[in-house]
């Protein structure tokens, strides 16, 4: 079973500029959900999608947004850069539903903005 | 709101020795999931261990396990026989049973040296 994918792998923006980072979930699961890896903040939870729907979101700014497709994939979008929002950006997988509670972590997009 | 808290930024072990990273956390819920997660220099994070709130019965996983104070609100894990694979950044983490969405809350991370 492929495992969950997350492209780019590495980006670097300039500041002002927008970005748009995807991920793929499992095959299967509904859910997928972004966090914020800096190294000040640590983990922070952005947003959950599942079946297309936001099931919950994050204390970040507008700027940040998600969307989710039928297929489950999922893209999340951050619009004029800041130098801050350099992080690591992980996606997780989960099935989304039951008392199935183990989330699949990607490898993450590094973003550097500059 | 939920909070976890892992006091210890970095630890050391000797190879082949036991380790135990502390985690505490502060929830008024009463059905919850906790977790470690590992996350070594490749940036995948890796699950450990899982801890459901209503089980008593601590956790294993080979050479890993957890010590569950559900009153102390403490989650701490042990790593046993510690080897140079284990060196990695760990995370505490904590999931609301009560809510319909993931959302995972995590605590700050121990980075864990192996010292051969």
């Known amino acids: 079973k492929a495992g969950v994918t997350q492209t780019p792998r590495y980006l670097i923006k300039t500041r002002g500029q927008q970005v748009t980072l995807s991920c793929s979930p499992i095959s299967g699961h509904r859910s997928v959900s972004w966090y914020q890896q800096t190294p000040g903040q640590g983990l922070q939870f952005l947003f959950e999608y599942f079946s297309e729907t936001q099931r919950n979101k994050g204390n970040f700014p507008g700027r940040f947004s998600g969307r989710q497709f039928s297929n489950s994939r999922s893209e999340m979008n951050v619009s004029t850069l800041e130098l801050g929002d350099s992080a690591l950006y992980l996606c997780a997988s989960s099935p989304g539903q039951g008392r199935t509670t183990e989330a699949f972590f990607g490898q993450g997009t590094r973003l550097t903005v500059v | 709101a939920q909070t976890v808290t892992q006091s210890q930024p970095e630890m050391s072990v000797q190879e082949a020795e036991t380790v135990t990273l502390s985690c505490t956390y502060d929830t008024s819920e009463s059905d919850y999931y906790l977790f470690w997660y590992k996350q070594p220099p490749s940036r995948q994070m890796i699950l450990v261990i899982r801890?459901?709130?209503?089980?008593?019965q601590n956790a294993t996983e080979n050479r890993f396990s957890v010590n569950f104070q559900k009153a102390a609100k403490s989650f701490s894990l042990k790593i046993s026989d510690s080897q140079l694979g284990d060196a990695a950044m760990y995370f505490c983490?904590?999931?609301?049973?009560?809510?319909?969405?993931?959302?995972?809350?995590f605590g700050k991370g121990t980075r864990l040296h192996i010292l051969p």
């Open positions: 983490a904590y999931r609301s049973g009560m809510n319909r969405d993931d959302k995972i809350i």
């Open positions: 801890q459901e709130a209503y089980k008593q």
